[in-house]
């Protein structure tokens, strides 16, 4: 179990990592999630020993690790750039850390074969890895991780330089390759659907802070703050300023529809995702808005419009293909059961009550 | 701004090509309309970045022409055919401000100063940079300098067109967002013709009209972004476009009926013009999910047993795994639609495409529209 | 960038600051201890005080050393520099030609100084020297041994055939690391070659030119082999540079305490300048810190 206690990393008058408190335990898959800067890498420097933290403590099962040395700590780290051995083949880049360790030939031979398997490496072994495409070149890089058993292993946006569908794929099969070794993950990303696809745990980071620590999927659909909400959104959240009266919300002389909960009267911010405005009316999307759209995109499957509301920039996202021209007039739908609210201290106060049906 | 056109173009990096495998860039023929927003898509060493370059003027293709606007330029250097490029890391000058990048191209062509002037403020304005004209282009973020590099070529109004090597690189979600739809945009307010190379399907399916997907060096398909989706004509296509993929299955074909997994499927086109083993292809979707009640309510004859393995909940939809007759198949699952405990699988018939070896087979004629979904 | 941190690091960088400590500090500090002090030999010494440096600041031999000294650099500066980053620019990028190049831009720099000295010394000799003879006979009154602005000319050649390679080499590794889409964003951008150099090349290289510069600098400071080599200084005083001058007082003349003075005030000389060179070179083309994470 890794144990983060009130860690703070300042260089200079700037604070890299502010007060985050954490613990991740074994055999969990731990995404980082924020935007370029926002303190990622610093973490998980932090995390594998790179760096000192100013203050606060780090443990690993219990005991501090900062006065360890990073070689004594069994650490696995994979980059974003594909790092291996350049010289060496797959196999003896796999290798490598259990020669390290002084492993036998026998056991050595076996792990790197069962491991080149698992990552469809098997046909690449005595190949170098400059003779490799990139997407093999971090598997190689990831498998090596992978062997080392370490207690720790840290992955900085492993999958960003590999083409979509190769992502796609890796992404799918990385959790499944980990849960089964017993270390803690460490995954960072600038990716909202990578962290939603990768599943486990999710800690969203701001500007060096920790915003939210938990099951990935209710960090998303129940983010505490709106830093979260809109860290944890792509497309980007939908957002706008509203007066609670009752439970009326109210924006100027709009009116919002009435929600179920009862919220104090009052300031809010009403965030609502693209995916929850209809282009139609039902008994459930009942509250109508106009907008002017700016541009659309077309997917082949969804379509992306891009629409001003009330002198917001929205994004609506809708299953179908739907042609529209830039200033074309349109009337959108929401349901005030999706609405999100958060309080003038950007808390949240009223998050969507899905209802799952049989269709 | 000019129409492009591929004429009977192919590449080989090799001095004396043989056979097919040698060529890089596999012969391709077609005309780009002038104004049009167009893709290149498929994954790293498709030879979408050979193609480009031959464009751009940087490679002479070993065979065929490149013509702007009926006008040869297969021999033209890159700055003779006029036209701009943004690349994947951003390119600016380091030294100059934001507004001095921008004035770059035009005082090397010798436009008088009040000129650039006004063009650069213009160009400001549009980018929404004016705030920062006189910073250093060095110190700002990388969305800013790729929009930089972008009005580098859009200051130039009369450009052939404009290319793209994978420009949201190195750009945050939430900016390739704002980036995107500015491009888009761009694209409507000065209507160069643009083109886009890219590995991400999102990226092109949003941005071009039509998209030309690539695979070893092959153009498979090329086509807008619902024919893409709705009917690939290949099952590489099919494969990689959408997230996840489609779904391919063997089965058979007789007269106008799918067997598969000892259930037939009546297709709602007519495919007397083929027969024997084919691949099944249908998009996660369009499978849905049914509890055994409902597949009995339905009285269905086509619903597949669904065993399911895996439910990934990414938010606004569910990817749900599993397997039927022993394939592994995935299906999307609604955001507020349940999983039935002992679900069946049931394949909306007109959403079916068949393959055979790999290419698409196309009914004769339809008997029932299909095709239309929302 | 953020570094490894590890208290343990200190233990690596001791033996290096004991090294430090013996072969520099301590030697510098018997050397200020000299200077002001007056020594008649017998190891006896008298309190001078700042003596020799005044003395040192007003006397016109040194000045002159100093002058020639400035001189000297400036001009190997102006030579060496824009010609290394002319040869640089010119030398192919990728082909069966780079190693050829890089290995004949190497072999002067493997050269010691003195033989370095000999070669020019033996090549520009009227009698048997291939330079001198033919230039004889081309009726060119060539002899670096009495005419002052021949054997300036001469080291000059000599530190500009040692050395511009290292400018070369540097430049080069500079250049090769600009990614090609700038090369090509500029073609299309319709930018001459000369602005290619100065909005690309030239702030892409600038770093390492930099170091060039610097170490140029110091070098032809200090330079003292060569004109040793070739005229021991001559003819009359025209070559004797601070380094020379330095000697002959201090191992000549055993004038330990101006000697000593003489050093101090050179090493300060040295270490103020290339201040000047680093600001003023990182300084430019700088807008603001960038933030960095």
Known sequence: MLELESVTKRVGAVAHINDVTIRMERGSLNVLLGPTLSGKTSLMRLMAGLDKPTSGDIKFDGASVLGQSVRKRNVAMVYQQFINYPAFTVYDNIASPMRLAGIDKKTIDKRVRETAELLKLSEFLERTPLNLSGGQQQRTAIARALVKDAELVLLDEPLANLDYKLREELREELPRLFAETGAVFVYATTEPHEALLLGGQTATLSEGCLTQFGATIDVYNKPNNLVTAQTFADPPLNCITVIAQGNQLQKDDFSFGAINESVADGNYTLAVRPHHVALSADERYNVAVDVTVGTSEITGSETFIHVKALNEQWVVLTHGVHRFQSGDKLTVYLNPDYFYLFNDSKDLVKAPQLQRLAN | MAGITLDKLAHSYLAKPGNDADFALKQIDYHWEDGGAYALLGPSGCGKTTLLNIISGLLLPSKGHVLFDGVDVTELSTEQRNIAQVFQFPVIYDTMTVAQNLAFPLLNRGVNQSEVDSRVSDMLATLELTEKANRKARGLTADEKQKISLGRGLVRYDVNAILFDEPLTVIDPHMKWQLRTKLKELHQQFGHTMIYVTHDQTEALTFADKVVVMYEGEVVQIGTPEELFDTPEHTFVGYFIGSPGMNILPAELNANALQFADQSIALPGDYRNASGSVELGIRPEFVSLLSQEQARAKDNPSCVPFKTTSVEDIGRFRIVRGEVAGHTIAAVLPEDQSLPSEPVALFDPARINVYQHSRLIKPTSMQSGGGNHG | ?293
């Not at chain 3, 960088?13 to 050397?31: C, D, E, G, Q, R």
């Not at chain 3, 190049?101 to 100084?113: K, R």
């Open chain 3, 1 to 293: 960038m953020d570094k490894p941190f590890s208290n343990k690091a200190w233990l690596f960088v001791l033996p290096v600051f004991l090294l430090v400590a013996l072969s520099a500090i301590v030697p510098l500090m018997t050397v200020v201890n000299y200077s002001v002090q007056d020594t008649f030999g017998n190891n006896q010494f008298f309190w001078a005080g700042l003596e020799w440096y005044e003395e040192l600041l007003h006397s016109e031999r040194f000045h002159d050393a100093l002058l020639r000294n400035l001189t000297f650099s400036a001009i190997i500066l102006i030579i060496e520099i824009p010609l290394g980053i002319f040869i640089a620019l010119n030398m192919p990028r990728k082909g069966v030609w780079v190693p050829i190049c890089l290995i004949l831009m190497a072999l002067p720099l493997l050269i010691p100084w003195n033989v370095v000295g000999t070669i020019w010394q033996v090549f520009g000799r009227a009698d048997i020297g291939l330079l001198g003879h033919t230039l004889a006979q081309l009726g060119v009154d060539y002899n670096y041994a009495t005419n002052w602005f021949d054997a300036w000319v001469t080291v000059i050649l000599m530190d500009v055939w040692h050395w511009t390679s290292l400018v070369v080499l540097l430049c080069y590794s500079g250049l090769v690391s600009i990614p090609d889409a700038y090369y090509q964003a500029a073609r299309i951008d319709g930018a001459s070659k000369w602005k290619v150099f100065r909005y690309i090349q030239l702030p892409k290289i600038h770093r390492v030119l930099l170091i060039a510069v610097l170490l140029r600098f110091m070098d032809s400071f200090m330079i003292y082999t060569e004109p040793f080599v070739l005229t021991g200084g001559g003819p009359g005083n025209t070559t004797t540079f601070l380094s020379i001058d330095l000697v002959k007082m201090a191992i000549g003349q055993f004038d330990l305490g101006p000697a000593a003075a003489m050093s101090i005030v050179y090493f300060l000389i040295i270490l103020l300048l290339s201040w000047v060179f680093y600001t003023v070179m990182t300084n430019y083309g700088e807008d603001k810190p960038e933030a960095s994470r």
